[in-house]
């Protein structure tokens, strides 16, 4: 996730959100959680922005939610898949999260929901965004963590490791926390704030959690992915792996993600300080 990597296939992103964007609504479920925690911790805050920008935003869920935020005026939904943006409401702009058609100092708040972590550049996004905030202008950003999907990924490189000539790339690096805090820094923002919370969903087996991921237009987009179907057999394996290792008392199977919760303020020449949004507490989400 550094800009010198070129770890995800933009264009296939783009391309697999468009053909999930007639479903995405019944595969929300993370989505949904996140832009409850964004609009309770801009609920804590007392203060109006009178332009905010949802960056990725996804078939605008977290846009609908925004503009029910007290002191949250026009909120601008801003995606580069245009079948997810047409879901949205109010003003709307066709962009990718790392090419910011906006002008410097032109926005309040910036919120993002489960975009960032699928971008090539993050370090560059970030120097955007800022860029793009007012002083004293907040950014609030949930993006997916290095904890995420951990068990598809061990199943999987099993399951190649026995079956196939070598191993590929199938779930994608997310960035721990200390380095998304980091960048924040990097990027000069002031008193950035990084934060995580473990979600646990269960599934049948793997089939359904892949089936979900397929849905919701996240299925592998690296780069270094194998070019040729998986081999029938080499599925079964990681799905059979999968189960021999994870599986629940109950015959489920648990898939985790990691949300990790950036908070930073653009820099000001005023030197108050201000309350960041408070931290979540840990929770699950059982299926």
Wanted: net charge positive; charged share 25%.
């Amino acid at each position: 996730m550094v800009a010198d990597h070129d770890i995800f296939d933009r264009r296939l992103l783009t391309s697999r959100r468009n053909r999930a964007a007639p479903n995405a609504a019944g595969h929300q479920f993370l989505l949904e959680q996140v832009a409850d925690d964004i609009v309770t911790r801009l609920g804590v805050l007392n203060r109006k922005f009178p332009v905010a920008l949802n960056l990725g935003a996804h078939h605008g869920l977290l846009g609908r939610r925004l503009r029910k935020v007290p002191g949250v005026e026009m909120v601008i939904d801003a995606d580069p898949a245009a079948r997810l943006l047409a879901q949205c409401e109010g003003p709307c702009v066709q962009a990718d999260e790392e090419f910011l058609p906006f002008a410097d100092r032109s926005l309040d708040l910036v919120v993002s929901g489960l975009a960032l972590h699928l971008t090539n550049d993050l370090p560059g996004t970030l120097v955007q965004i800022r860029r793009a905030l007012k002083p004293d202008g907040l950014l609030l950003a949930a993006a997916l963590g290095g904890g995420t999907l951990r068990e598809l990924r061990h199943a999987l490189l099993v399951a190649e490791e026995e079956g196939e000539r070598g191993v590929s790339p199938r779930v994608a690096p997310f960035a721990d926390i200390q380095s998304l805090g980091a960048l924040l820094q990097r990027a000069r923002f002031a008193l950035p704030v990084a934060d995580s919370e473990t979600v646990t969903v269960t599934y049948p087996d793997a089939l359904a959690l892949m089936h979900e991921l397929r849905a919701m237009g996240a299925s592998n987009m690296l780069r270094g992915r194998r070019r040729t179907p998986t081999r029938r057999a080499t599925l079964l394996r990681a799905v059979a792996c999968y189960r021999e290792i994870f599986a629940l008392p109950n015959g489920r199977v648990p898939a985790t993600f990691e949300v990790i919760t950036l908070t930073a303020w653009a820099p000001t020449d005023n030197d108050h300080r201000r309350v960041a949004p408070a931290a979540r507490s840990p929770a699950g989400m059982p299926r």
